[in-house]
């Protein structure tokens, strides 16, 4: 099958769409890239023209900020890059605003830190703001909140940022643009031979060593974040395209042409509470399963019980996200915790009818119920 009849499928119905831009392809030495963001704009208005929805996920406000500055490299400190994406963020929400009036459209600045979405009432309440946007015909433009987000609340880059999004709205098509042509079977900027992988049917170790996780000069994330953030999207049922940025890129990969690359989604559209719990609510700790709980889980659709489990570690309390590993400590799920991570050090090797007996009560037969688990892995 060409690659073109592998995408063709997948890109019939397509109406909501997230676009995410990275910071290399929208700053100059002498600013940002005023001809990308009008480039952007056209291309989008006639998506709108046609009755899609789109939403912008843009970096760009740290790299303008530095530009404004005269920086050659981000600092270190996390106060001056916060200060930094201050300087910069106004100055790229004022250009993409500039830019989208021109074809009499509204955008609006939406910020975010990885706290908005891993609270399911904060991620409930964005997920509705950017609707209502969306219903209104405004186009959000979403960045990661780095005036206000440290370390252990940002999302780390945009590219997981983008999936996020992308499973939040329940899009159609994530599509990352950026300054190569897509993901490559080895790093282009080393190897004249490289070649360009058109499509990608299965997220494999092999494949992420051919990604590069070098970060450009500006943004913080390579080419292994945009393929983890594939592995997100894919995983949820959403097909996702890398591709470089250029003056009609998009109607191009809507069309089917054989641009960038292609990433199939592996299962049927995930339901929005199951994505959030996989994808945006942060794990706190794993639980390790013998391999009896292991096929029962990826077989036969079963719960989480104590018996099946044989180690825990991190600390977690009940309700919080917890990844589920095997022997060899590979992830198979992740699931909403019945049981905090004390308890299941009590109760892990023992049947269910033994919990009350060993805690003084039984609030739950699982550790995690069936409802409350997302399966990351195929039983391959």
Known sequence: MSNNNKRKP???????????????????????????????????????????????????AIAAGMRKLNLKSRPSEIP???????????????????????????????????????????????????RALLDWNVIPIINE??????????????DQLSAMIALMLNADLLINLTDIDGLFDKDPRKYDDAKLIPSVSSITRNLENCASDIPGTLGTGGMLTKIKAAQKVT????????????????????????????????NQKMKNRKCWIAFSKKTRGHVQIDDGAN??????????????????????????????ETQTGQEIGIGLTN?????????????????????????YDEIIHRDNMVITRNNE
């Open 10 to 60: 997948f890109l019939k119905n397509i109406n909501r769409l997230v676009i995410k831009l990275g910071s290399n392809i929208l700053t100059t030495d002498q600013g940002l890239n005023i001809t990308v963001i009008r480039h952007l704009a056209m291309q989008v208005h006639q998506l709108i023209e046609k009755g899609k929805q789109i939403t912008i996920v843009s970096s760009g």
């Open 80 to 130: 001056l890059r916060q200060a930094i994406a201050a300087i910069g963020q106004a100055g790229l929400i004022q250009e993409y605003e500039k830019a989208f009036d021109f074809f009499d459209h509204k955008v609006a600045q939406v910020l975010l830190t990885r706290t908005d979405l891993s609270n399911r009432t904060r991620y409930l309440n964005a997920r509705n703001t950017i």
């Open 145 to 158: 909140n780095d005036t206000v987000a440290v370390e252990e609340i940002k999302f780390g880059d945009n």
């Open 235 to 266: 995983t949820a049922g959403i097909p996702m395209v890398i591709a470089r940025a250029s003056m009609d890129i998009l109607s191009q990969i809507l069309e089917g042409q054989n641009v960038g690359t292609f990433f199939i989604p592996m």
């Open 295 to 324: 096929h029962a889980i990826l077989n036969k659709g079963t719960s989480l019980l104590p018996i099946g489990v044989i180690g825990v570690q991190g600390k977690f309390s009940i309700g919080d996200a917890i990844s589920i």
């Open 339 to 363: 049981y905090s991570s004390d308890d299941i050090q009590l109760i892990m090797r023992k049947k269910s009818h033994e919990i009350e007996h060993v805690l003084g009560e039984k609030p």
